[in-house]
């Protein structure tokens, strides 16, 4: 049973700072590619962060990849001690509202966001952030 679970959203307002986490049961994180994702209202689901693992390869997961739009300003790690992804994210802009959800998949692209390639998701947690 895989289960991913997100903690950390809230309201805060432009410039401010939010840290995301994503519990995972069933599973150990190292082990697959954990992907944070966002949804705005009326808008599609785009891909925010990736860590890369290709199942049960060698391959070292490198610096995690992110939307451009969020490149600079959001920091995703894992803590495998915690089984845990985070997200930290800082000067948080109005456009960055969204409900963010963590994702997690045996095998992914490194470089570019498939939600087909996910296959385990958590309920979601909600960031908003006004100007």
């Known amino acids: 049973q895989v289960r991913l679970i997100e903690f950390g959203g809230g309201s805060v307002q432009s410039g401010e700072s939010l840290k995301l986490s994503c519990e995972a049961s069933?599973?150990?994180?190292?082990?697959?590619?954990m992907a944070w994702f966002r949804q705005a209202q009326g808008k599609e689901f785009e891909g925010v962060s990736m860590?890369?693992?290709?199942?049960?390869?060698?391959?070292?997961?490198?610096?995690?990849y992110y939307a451009d739009s969020v490149k600079g300003r959001f920091t995703a790690s894992l803590e495998n001690a915690k089984n845990t992804m985070y997200l930290q994210m800082n000067s948080l802009k109005p456009e960055d509202t969204a409900m963010y959800y963590c994702a997690a998949a045996r095998q992914c692209d490194p470089y570019t966001f498939h939600r087909s390639d996910f296959d385990y998701w958590g309920q979601g947690t909600q960031v908003t952030v006004s100007s």
């Open positions: 069933g599973y150990t994180i190292s082990g697959y590619c």
């Open positions: 860590i890369y693992y290709g199942g049960d390869s060698p391959i070292y997961p490198t610096d995690p």
